[in-house]
């Protein structure tokens, strides 16, 4: 039974309702409005006691208002915050100086604002596996023309890749495996899954850096003395490694 089936996917959107897919569940109701804040609506397509798949079915509906929760949780320590300087500067006062740009794994434990020390001042681009995406493009080419609000521009990208990435495909998942998952989920478009490029590597992770700067070095669209660094993360250490593109030296867009 899924949420569309019971018209759920819209009352979810508009008034955070929490369907309640057993009767044994309305005994949870009262704990779970303390706990996500939100209304309880009961389905009134009971489930039979005796339905084998009741529980997986329960679990399934309510699994997205669970995390919401969580979510919601989490934005609560928002309501102490305050924003101050360096963050409080407005978009047309940033300083008259050409970005830097870090590409990284959406990975928590990459976070090159930690291994690396940074403060305010470099951006951060992640995504799954840190690749120079099509969208990672677009990201790096609309920064290199509104820095310092239209004055300056993207002066270098920094990619990283980590090790124990979950794209890793050796130890972790693959292309393959992903595009078999998507394709049971949605399989009417199992073809379209078939093609996605889901960017997954193998153990030669500096391999994969080099092949995302290559990427970006043959942008047309970016500056042509854009400098193109690369590096591998180690998550279990911390140390990061540059990676050059050959012998000493790895060049700008320029020197191509």
């Keep these: ?10 009352g979810w959107q ?3 309702i929490v369907p309640i897919c057993n009767v044994r569940m309305t005994l949870h109701a009262e704990k779970l409005v303390n706990i996500l804040g939100t209304d309880v609506v009961g389905i009134e397509h009971i489930l039979d006691e005796g339905d084998s798949n009741t ?9 997205p208002t669970m995390s919401a929760a969580i979510v919601r949780e989490m934005a609560k320590y928002n309501e102490t915050y305050t924003a101050h300087p360096p963050s409080t500067i407005r978009f047309r006062d940033f300083p008259d100086e050409k970005a830097i740009l870090i590409l990284t794994c959406m990975d928590p434990r990459s976070n090159a604002y930690e291994f690396w ?31 310092a609000n239209g ?5 270098a990208v920094v990619v990283i890749h980590h090790k124990d990435c979950g794209l890793h495909h050796g130890p972790n998942f693959g292309d393959d495996f992903v595009r078999e998952k998507l394709a049971e989920r949605v399989p009417e478009r199992a073809d379209e899954a078939k093609k996605l490029w889901v960017g997954s590597f193998g153990d030669d992770v500096a391999a994969s850096v080099r092949e995302d700067m290559v ?4 942008d047309p669209w970016l500056p ?3 400098d193109v660094l690369g590096y591998v993360h180690d ?5 990061t490694e540059e990676v050059l593109l050959w012998n000493d030296k790895t060049p700008s867009k320029g020197q191509l």
């Design 1 to 10: 039974m899924s949420t569309d089936h019971l018209g759920l996917r819209q």
């Design 14 to 16: 508009t008034r955070k």
């Design 55 to 63: 529980a997986d079915q329960t679990h399934a509906a309510l699994q």
């Design 117 to 147: 020390g940074l403060g305010f001042g470099a951006g951060m681009l992640r995504n799954a596996g840190g690749r120079a995406t099509e969208d990672a493009l677009r990201s790096m080419r609309a920064l290199s023309v509104f820095m």
């Design 151 to 155: 004055k300056n521009t993207l002066g």
């Design 215 to 218: 990427i970006i070095m043959n």
């Design 224 to 226: 042509k003395d854009l």
């Design 235 to 239: 998550s279990q250490t911390g140390k």
